[in-house]
């Protein structure tokens, strides 16, 4: 049985690496900050990316390692930096040292424009360090990810009951994919030698991605909402931005950084994994309606 070492376990995206690996019997070592209840098929370490002793109880004994973890948000760019690229440093000097030769990264579509964002530049960095490395690595660079127990995309579910919701400039198209099929690519690579030492950028299958727009109706239509898309000016965004900041301080959610990020016009998947190793399954709408109604049962979404 292949045993994978796991970082991000217990956020939104390994989350549901956990869920379906134990589904399908596949053993995790699993690394956390705080204590976890026991659940089978997972062995928790404690520790964290700046603790290599930890780090290097996480890998001991695994045949691959599957790093999820990374920073989405930070107050200023040293933040991104220690847990984007010295957490992946950190990661792979502890595979390195153990002898694990494959190693698969989640890395994000920000990381094609590091010009444009800390989040950008940081991902890109820890892409690079990867791939300066001797291991047998796969990066996956995913579009925006959408699913049960999201944080990040809850805000435009909320925004649609308002039946108004401000966008980016027009002009810009994007891709997206649901959690469970990204997840599906990601516990199939440490298992094989598909991929190796190539990036690639799956997403939902949309030839062209998506217009902002027309994503927005397709929330609209899944919290069962109609909703009027609202491009905005830069220089609006901006201004929402600072007054973003002023109230939640560096708890803000819409920062100049994050401007920058959503006004560029192309976040459209262009490497897509050969077939024969993957293929999205889920058609969008469809799970953008089961995520409402998963938000809508656990009381986030009324």
């Known amino acids: 049985m292949t045993v994978i070492a796991l970082t991000g376990g217990t956020g939104f995206v390994g989350s549901h690496v956990i869920d379906r690996a134990t589904a399908a019997g596949?053993?995790?070592?699993?690394?956390?900050?705080?204590?976890?209840?026991?659940?089978?098929?997972?062995?928790?370490?404690?520790?964290?990316?700046?603790?290599?002793?930890?780090?290097?109880?996480?890998?001991?004994?695994?045949?691959?390692?599957?790093?999820?973890?990374?920073?989405?948000?930070?107050?200023?760019?040293?933040?991104?930096?220690a847990g984007n690229i010295e957490g992946t440093r950190a990661v792979i000097a502890a595979a390195r040292d153990a002898g694990i030769r494959r190693f698969v990264q989640v890395s994000s579509l920000a990381a094609r424009e590091p010009g444009l964002s800390d989040y950008g530049w940081s991902k890109a960095e820890a892409d690079k360090v990867l791939m300066a490395s001797d291991l047998d690595w796969t990066i996956v660079r995913p579009p925006a990810i959408f699913g049960p127990r999201d944080s990040e995309m809850l805000e435009l579910f909320k925004l649609a009951k308002w039946h108004v919701m401000p966008l980016p400039p027009a002009g810009g198209r994007l891709s997206v994919i649901a959690v469970e099929e990204l997840v599906r690519l990601l516990l199939a690579l440490p298992t094989s030698n598909a991929l190796t030492r190539q990036i690639v950028e799956p997403d939902d299958g949309r030839p062209g991605g998506w217009d902002h727009r027309e994503l927005a109706r397709?929330?609209?239509?899944?919290?069962?909402?109609?909703?009027?898309?609202?491009?905005?000016?830069?220089?609006?965004l901006n201004a929402v931005a600072a007054g973003d900041g002023l109230v939640r301080g560096k708890g803000a959610k819409l920062t100049p950084d994050r401007v920058r990020y959503f006004c560029h016009k192309d976040w459209v998947s262009h490497v897509a994994p050969p077939a024969d190793v993957w293929a999205p399954q889920v058609d969008t709408r469809e799970a953008l309606a089961a995520t409402a109604a998963w938000y809508r049962a656990n009381g986030l979404l009324r």
Request: charged share 20%.
């Open 26 to 81: 596949i053993e995790l070592r699993a690394l956390t900050r705080r204590p976890q209840p026991d659940r089978a098929g997972v062995t928790w370490i404690a520790g964290a990316l700046d603790d290599a002793a930890s780090l290097a109880t996480l890998v001991e004994g695994a045949d691959a390692v599957l790093h999820v973890a990374g920073v989405i948000n930070a107050p200023d760019r040293a933040g991104f930096a």
């Open 218 to 236: 397709a929330i609209g239509v899944a919290t069962d909402s109609t909703v009027l898309p609202l491009p905005l000016p830069r220089v609006v």
